[in-house]
Every structure is written in C-alpha cells, then in structure tokens.
C-alpha cells in the first residue's frame, strides 16, 4: 500500500511561482511511474505532467516551459515546480504513483492518488 500527501500550494499572483510536493510511504519502493494530475472547477481531471522512475518526463501542452517535474526515489519524493503561473493553473493538484514501465500520462495506469493541494492563482 502506498500513501501519497501533497503540499506546497497556496494563493499566488499572476507570473508568482510555487513547487509543489509530493511524499510517498508504504510500499513507495515498487512505484514507477508518477504524475501530477489537476481538477479546476467545473472540469474533468488532467494530467499536467508524468515522470517514470528512470526520468523520463511528458508535459501536457500548457504548460510546457513553465512546469518542471522531478522526483527523488530515495528519499520517495515527488515535486513541481510551477513557474510563470497562469489565471488558467487554478486548480487542485494531486500527485500520483502507478507501476507502468513506461512513463504515462493515462490516469487509468495510477492506482495511488493524493488527496490534493489547491492551487489559485490571482492578483
């Protein structure tokens, strides 16, 4: 069983920045693949960004150059850093963990989520 907790987010000013974290427990040492995924008001869940455990990085095109994911499977540890924040970054972010080989932006392939961090960008 793996336990994932998000943190980091908070209120931030157009073209502002924060880093979000994830910490993983239980069984962190099977996970593979990993991913920030966000929910705005009123939509469907998408993926921002995905890293498998060998680094291999996908962006979803929003925020390509903006968004930085990393992660340390040491210290089972996930980040992202979000720069040049945007009025359309509003969101509640979540962090995920999933077994995949390759690395994957399919929510489908995730079987540990977060519970989230809200996220709200604003003058």
């Known amino acids: 069983q793996v336990k994932l907790v998000e943190s980091g987010g908070g209120l931030v000013q157009p073209g502002g920045f924060l880093r979000l974290t994830c910490a993983a427990s239980?069984?962190?040492?099977?996970?593979?693949?990993m991913a920030w995924f966000r929910q705005a008001p009123g939509k469907e869940r998408e993926y921002v960004a995905a890293i498998g455990r060998g680094g291999g990085r996908i962006y979803t095109m929003a925020v390509k150059d903006r968004f930085t994911i990393s992660r340390d499977n040491d210290k089972n540890t996930l980040w992202l850093q979000m720069n040049s924040l945007e009025r359309e970054d509003t969101a509640l972010y979540y962090c995920?963990?999933?077994?995949?080989?390759?690395?994957?932006?399919?929510?489908?392939?995730?079987?540990?989520w977060g519970q989230g961090t809200q996220v709200t960008v604003s003058s």
């Open positions: 995920a963990a999933g077994l995949a080989r390759e690395t994957t932006v399919s929510p489908d392939d995730y079987v540990s």
């Open positions: 239980g069984r962190s040492d099977s996970i593979t693949a």
